[in-house]
Structures are given as C-alpha cells and as structure tokens.
C-alpha cells in the first residue's frame, strides 16, 4: 500500500540510523543508533546522500579523557539558533548529557550534565524536545529494566539557563505501556534475559514533541495506544506542585504503538507506526495512514518536521529484526534508510 510518495535521502549498509533532525538551510542530521556500536554517534548528510560525522571525528567519537567525545545519541534537535543539541545517553563510566554545538560558528555551545540525582539505575534517556520560549529541554526517560519493562518512566526537565535538572510525573499512568505485546510482521518483539528466559519488551514513555507554537508538548509510550499533552507553562514551572503536573496531563488521541512522533500546530500528530511499518496522522477525529511500506519503513524510528512543515523526514532502521529485540536472532535485510514524506503541515494555526 502506498498513498504518499517517499524520497530516499541516504542508506545505510551496516549502521542503523537513529533520529534524524533537520536545519534551517535544509541540511539533515541523523544520530546512529547505539545498539550497532557505531563509530561515530551523530552523521551529517551531504546533498549527494554520503554521510560524515558530526560535528567531526573527535566530538562524534567515543569519549576521551579530555571530556570530548559521545557514549551513544538517539536524541537529537536544532533550535531557532542554529545550535544543534546532543543527547548522550552515557555508559558505566561516562554520565548522560546534553551537548550543544554551536553550527554557525563550528563550536561548543555548552555541555549540561545530567545528574544521577534525577536518573534511575535502568535510565535509558534517549529522546527530548527544545522549549525555546522557556529555556528548557524535556527529556524522555523511557527507563528499561534487566526484563526489558519500563519501570521509572519520567520527564527530566533541563533548565538551559541554570544547568539544573528535575525529574517530573514518574511512573505517570500516561507514561505507563500496555499490557499487550508488541508483535510486528507476526512476531512478538522480546528479548531472552541473563538467566535465559523469553520475555516481552514493555516499552513506556518515548515519544515526545512540541508543537510549533511552543504552547503544549505531547507524549506517550512506545508500547501504548494514547497520546497525551501538558501545558508547557506548567511542565517548565520548577514551582508547580505534583497537584499541578498531574491534573496538567490531558489525553490527545488514540495511535498505535510507535518509536517517534512530531506534532504541527493544528494538534496533528505524525506517527512512525511500527507494527504497520507505516507513517501516519493521529489526532482527536481519529488515525489514518499516510504510506505503507514493509521494504522502507520497517520500524520507522524517529520523524522531524522541517521548519516549514513542508517535509516529514523519517529514520527506518529495522530494530524489530536485531537479536536484542528478536530473541537473540537476526534477520536484519539492510540497507536502512532516512527518508522523507511530503506533507505539507500547518506550522501556524489554521
């Protein structure tokens, strides 16, 4: 099935693209999924489809002793400013943290750490979004325990003028996954445990979006069917009570289980629509697939509108059919692809 054209942008032979995110000039940037151990964490995509690191070898690398340097990166975003944001989720020795590359003047920006005082022992932080307006970065704190549950699912909040972190609505019921499995193209997607059992993943909190307007951010979990939206004001409030979070959460619409949402100004949401290896729209009337495709969209992972709402752009990279999500066997068919739909999304009320 096919109801909307998608353009290959660039493939990739061995390394799984992450989250893609596009400038201002129209120039994608595309995280390299960690589960791989890729070389390098972040690549640029030329308008001839090859791939760099970004913002060069030393900063995409692995991380030195000199502080320099990226454990893994999902997340990944570019502000108003041209500053391109990182998310390194860390390792044992290395602690998460954002990196901000300052791209108009090929610098760092500023590097914010994020404390354990605001992280659980299963912390997988791995995606976020950027409130301009307020200064802040909400990240998604799935958490993924040793059986594959998302046990703490929280939002972090980052205060981009203080440094300073919290950790907000944990274990939330909109965070919450399902109880169903997740099955895709007939299989359960689970993993086998250190002690040598099959288990379902259950995956909570990951998707998370700001509309273009700044005024709501949207999230829900990857194994859920429900997305949900806070007021911005309230979220970025480091003096709003529990009272306040929780009463702020107001469901959105019904979707189906995805890995990555963006959202345009009219509250619509597009989804990578997983178990359908499709793209979709979710909003309040209801679901509809815009394309389907089981060659280019298995497991469609991350989306980013560009700044004109003109063009969806889409990361598919098959983690469905890695041995960490298909009990130890893989049937990866690379190559893995980012791609783009045109949509023409509303960025300002209509």
Not at 136 to 160: C, E, H, K, Q, W
Not at 265 to 273: E, F, K, P, R, S
Request: glycine share 8%; charged share 25%.
């Amino acid at each position: 099935m096919r109801t909307a054209e998608l353009e290959i942008i660039a493939t990739f032979a061995e390394e799984r693209p992450g989250n893609p995110t596009v400038m201002r000039d129209g120039r994608t940037l595309i995280s390299v999924s960690a589960v791989g151990a890729p070389k390098f964490a972040v690549r640029a995509i030329g308008s001839d489809g090859k791939h760099r690191p970004y913002p060069n070898e030393i900063w995409a690398g692995k991380p030195r002793q000199d502080g320099k340097g990226m454990s893994g990166v999902i997340g990944i975003r570019t502000d108003k400013d041209d500053i391109v944001w990182m998310l390194d989720m860390g390792d044992a020795a290395n602690q998460p943290k954002l990196v901000g590359w300052n791209d108009r003047e090929d610098r760092v920006h500023r590097i914010i750490v994020i404390p354990q005082s605001v992280l659980r022992p299963s912390s997988f932080a791995q995606d976020f979004v950027i409130d301009g307006d307020r200064k802040r970065i909400y990240i998604a704190d799935m958490t993924l325990n040793a059986d594959g549950a998302s046990d703490f699912p929280a939002i972090i909040v980052v205060d981009l003028e203080t440094g300073l972190s919290r950790r907000v609505l944990e274990n939330h019921p909109s965070l919450q996954p399902d109880d169903a499995p997740l099955v895709i193209e007939g299989n359960p997607v689970e993993m086998v445990t250190q002690d040598g059992r099959t288990v379902p993943y259950r995956y909570g909190l990951n998707p998370i979006a700001i509309d273009p307007l700044g005024r709501w951010v949207y999230f829900g979990a990857l194994s859920g069917k429900s997305v949900y939206r806070i007021d911005a004001d309230a979220l970025s409030d480091a003096a709003a009570d529990l009272k306040t979070l929780t009463d702020g959460v107001k469901f959105w619409c019904e979707k189906p289980p995805c890995d990555g949402f963006d959202v345009d100004a009219n509250g619509n949401v597009y989804i990578t629509d997983i178990t359908k290896s499709a793209i979709g729209i979710a909003s309040p009337p209801g679901y509809r697939v815009l394309v389907e495709d089981k060659e280019l969209l298995g497991w469609p992972d991350g989306v980013e509108l560009d700044v004109e709402g003109r063009w969806l752009y889409i990361s598919s990279n098959q983690l469905h059919r890695h041995p960490l999500l298909n009990k130890g066997s893989d049937q990866s068919r690379p190559p893995y692809y980012l791609l783009r739909l045109r949509v023409d999304a509303p960025m300002t009320p209509s």
